[in-house]
């Protein structure tokens, strides 16, 4: 213990012999730590945004798409063969027993106006069950109910951002809009949900009953997709797999015949998701590493041009008896704490900055200890690697040739 803390204690007076050569020398490793801790934590709070906003989606949600149409043997794309219609729904409902709610998605787009005011937004026809599979909950005013939806009556949910386009500061319950010049009575807001990824606003929205979107405003039979929550997270795979049973046996599909629908569960579609983030990140902090090889680098250089400086140094301490791991372990020492001392300070400015984007900007970023405790171990690992050279150099010094070095 007494031999290490001898070395520490050489080794920092050496490096505080020059100080700034010392600083410019740790500079590679500073950056190289922070650029890995600040890139992996911005991928991760990418990655956390992604998943909290598909968790606002809804809660243990299951959604049901259309299927794939061909033509000419050319693929028409996700929900170019839609059969999905109100009776699917029921269906469903009726005889499923691990869901808890489902609802029809129609969906369409229009200008809604209000007085001089108007908004370009989108409008989805929904059930009543829709606001506990999403977890909607609101402002001001009430929900629409079964009986509105039978009755296809013309009322509308607003989302804050079409409230505050259309309304201003005002309430906006029980005032009538226009959409596509159809009259709606506003009864309720919905509350807040912010952003739904990049440039999505889950706020720029109109609820309304379904069967008044689909026959009022749609003009048709086909719904867009249905949405429904399993009674549990851990019912998800097994609801999954009953939806496609009675989907199946109402679109009369045998058993050589493929799923014309698709069905993905919440966990699906953050795994999805989410892949890509992760593979961002990974890239982010392979580039972040190759600051730390260069630092290591740079550290390597210089610990060569000390041991040509230190050559007669070298020489005498050997005269008197110093062994050649003495030697070794001297310079060695000597490049782990330059390594060490800037992981401590890339550490302390990554944190710093990590604070610092999360205060004065959108972005959110997610410092994981584990990725610390990793960058710093291998701060000092760059440390041994590229210090080993230039050691091995000093110990193997002729002392008579050291001391004869002008």
């Known amino acids: 213990m007494k031999k290490i803390y001898n070395l520490l204690k050489v080794a920092i007076k050496s490096i505080f012999k020059n100080r700034m050569r010392s600083l410019l020398t740790s500079l590679g490793i500073i950056i190289g730590v922070s650029a890995v801790i600040i890139m992996v934590g911005v991928g991760r709070g990418s990655q956390a945004a992604i998943e909290d906003n598909i968790k606002s989606l809804g809660t243990n949600l299951i959604i049901i798409f259309p299927g794939v149409s061909r033509s000419g ?202 892949s890509t983030s992760k593979t961002m990140t990974l890239l982010l902090g392979a580039v972040a590493c190759v600051s730390l090889v260069v630092g290591g680098i740079g550290i390597m250089n210089i610990m060569l041009v000390s041991v040509t400086e230190r050559t007669r140094e070298i020489g005498i301490r050997m005269s008197v008896g110093a062994r050649a791991s003495d030697i070794l372990s001297q310079f060695l020492s000597e490049a782990v704490v330059l390594s060490l001392s800037g992981g401590i300070i890339g550490i302390i400015l990554a944190l710093a900055a990590s604070a610092l984007l999360n205060n004065l900007t959108d972005l959110r970023t997610v410092i994981d200890p584990v990725i610390v405790i990793l960058a710093f171990t291998f701060s000092g690992a760059v440390g041994i690697f590229f210090g080993w050279y230039p050691a091995r150099k000093a110990a193997n010094l002729n002392p008579i040739d050291a001391l004869r070095y002008e």
């Open 73 to 274: 043997g050319a693929s028409m794309g996700a929900g170019s063969f839609n059969r999905f219609t109100m009776k699917d729904v029921e269906r469903i409902k009726e005889s499923a027993t691990l869901i808890s709610a489902i609802s029809p998605v129609v969906r369409a787009n229009g200008q809604v106006i209000y007085k001089s005011n108007n908004w370009y937004t989108s409008i989805s026809g929904v059930s009543p069950d829709y606001f506990s599979i999403t977890n909607w909950e609101l402002e001001s005013g009430e929900f629409f109910t079964e009986r509105d939806d039978l009755a296809r009556k013309k009322v509308a949910l607003l989302g804050k951002t079409v409230a505050t386009e259309l309304f201003g500061a005002d309430n906006p319950v029980g005032e009538q809009i226009r959409i596509r010049n159809v009259p709606f009575t506003v009864i309720g807001v919905l509350k807040e949900k912010g952003g739904s990824g990049p440039g999505g606003d889950q706020d720029d929205i109109i609820l309304a009953p379904s069967t008044t979107v689909l026959y009022r405003l749609k003009g048709s039979q086909w719904i867009d997709m249905i949405n429904a929550s399993a009674i549990s997270e851990e019912a998800m795979t097994a609801a999954q797999e009953e939806i496609r049973t009675i989907l199946r046996e109402a679109h009369r599909l045998g058993p050589a015949d493929d799923d014309d629908f698709n069905i993905r569960t919440q966990s699906e579609i953050i795994d999805f998701a989410s």
